[in-house]
Protein backbone atom coordinates (compact mmCIF):
# COMPACT_ATOMS: atom_id res chain seq x y z
CA UNK A 1 0.00 0.00 0.00
CA UNK A 2 1.21 3.40 -0.89
CA UNK A 3 1.40 6.03 1.91
CA UNK A 4 2.60 9.50 2.26
CA UNK A 5 4.30 11.27 5.26
CA UNK A 6 6.12 13.78 6.25
CA UNK A 7 9.42 13.56 8.84
CA UNK A 8 10.44 15.86 11.78
CA UNK A 9 13.41 17.19 12.80
CA UNK A 10 14.73 14.39 14.35
CA UNK A 11 13.31 12.23 11.15
CA UNK A 12 10.02 11.01 13.37
CA UNK A 13 6.99 10.38 11.20
CA UNK A 14 4.64 13.05 11.25
CA UNK A 15 1.33 10.69 10.77
CA UNK A 16 0.69 8.85 7.22
CA UNK A 17 -2.13 9.03 4.85
CA UNK A 18 -3.21 7.35 1.77
CA UNK A 19 -3.39 10.29 0.03
CA UNK A 20 -0.73 13.38 -0.77
CA UNK A 21 -1.26 16.73 0.76
CA UNK A 22 0.55 18.07 -1.70
CA UNK A 23 4.01 18.86 0.73
CA UNK A 24 6.76 19.35 -0.99
CA UNK A 25 8.59 17.27 1.75
CA UNK A 26 6.14 14.77 1.69
CA UNK A 27 7.86 11.09 1.00
CA UNK A 28 5.58 8.75 -0.69
CA UNK A 29 6.46 4.71 0.99
CA UNK A 30 5.43 1.40 -0.16
CA UNK A 31 4.26 -0.22 2.82
CA UNK A 32 3.33 -4.28 2.49
CA UNK A 33 0.01 -4.87 3.58
CA UNK A 34 0.84 -6.56 7.33
CA UNK A 35 2.67 -3.78 8.27
CA UNK A 36 2.04 -2.08 11.89
CA UNK A 37 1.82 1.31 10.42
CA UNK A 38 -0.89 0.13 7.97
CA UNK A 39 -2.87 -1.72 10.90
CA UNK A 40 -2.68 1.20 13.01
CA UNK A 41 -1.28 4.30 12.07
CA UNK A 42 -1.05 5.92 15.04
CA UNK A 43 1.88 3.85 15.11
CA UNK A 44 3.54 5.93 12.51
CA UNK A 45 4.70 8.40 15.33
CA UNK A 46 7.24 5.61 16.76
CA UNK A 47 9.10 5.46 13.27
CA UNK A 48 11.78 7.18 11.95
CA UNK A 49 12.62 7.67 8.14
CA UNK A 50 16.37 7.41 7.90
CA UNK A 51 17.87 6.69 4.23
CA UNK A 52 14.89 5.33 2.76
CA UNK A 53 13.98 3.07 5.39
CA UNK A 54 11.61 3.14 8.55
CA UNK A 55 12.81 1.85 11.84
CA UNK A 56 10.83 1.38 14.89
CA UNK A 57 12.25 3.89 17.47
CA UNK A 58 11.34 1.21 20.25
CA UNK A 59 13.45 4.31 22.96
CA UNK A 60 11.11 6.79 22.14
CA UNK A 61 7.92 4.88 22.51
CA UNK A 62 8.83 3.29 25.82
CA UNK A 63 9.56 7.04 26.74
CA UNK A 64 6.35 7.98 25.98
CA UNK A 65 4.67 4.86 27.28
CA UNK A 66 6.42 6.08 30.22
CA UNK A 67 5.28 9.68 30.65
CA UNK A 68 2.19 8.23 29.94
CA UNK A 69 1.76 5.92 32.77
CA UNK A 70 3.52 8.77 35.08
CA UNK A 71 0.17 11.31 34.06
CA UNK A 72 -2.08 8.51 34.40
CA UNK A 73 -0.61 8.25 37.98
CA UNK A 74 -0.41 11.31 39.28
CA UNK A 75 -3.24 12.16 41.31
CA UNK A 76 -5.24 15.87 39.73
CA UNK A 77 -5.37 18.58 41.73
CA UNK A 78 -8.87 17.99 43.27
CA UNK A 79 -7.47 14.96 44.84
CA UNK A 80 -4.41 17.05 45.72
CA UNK A 81 -6.69 19.56 47.54
CA UNK A 82 -8.80 16.92 48.59
CA UNK A 83 -5.80 15.08 51.23
CA UNK A 84 -4.40 18.88 52.20
CA UNK A 85 -8.04 19.63 53.27
CA UNK A 86 -8.22 16.40 55.43
CA UNK A 87 -4.76 16.98 56.92
CA UNK A 88 -5.44 20.60 57.66
CA UNK A 89 -8.48 19.59 59.42
CA UNK A 90 -6.94 16.90 61.45
CA UNK A 91 -3.89 18.99 62.67
CA UNK A 92 -6.92 21.82 63.37
CA UNK A 93 -8.84 18.99 65.15
CA UNK A 94 -5.64 18.18 67.30
CA UNK A 95 -4.55 15.14 65.15
CA UNK A 96 -4.71 11.27 65.71
Known sequence: MLF????????????VSS?????????AF???DDHEIVKDPMMSFF????????IKD??????????????QNKP???EMNA???LELA???MGGK
Open 47 to 54: YKYIDGAL
Open 58 to 71: TEYMEQCEKEFKEK
Open 90 to 92: ETI
Open 4 to 15: YFSVDENKRLQG
Open 83 to 85: VAI
Open 19 to 27: SPSGNPDEI
Open 76 to 78: SID
Open 30 to 32: EFD
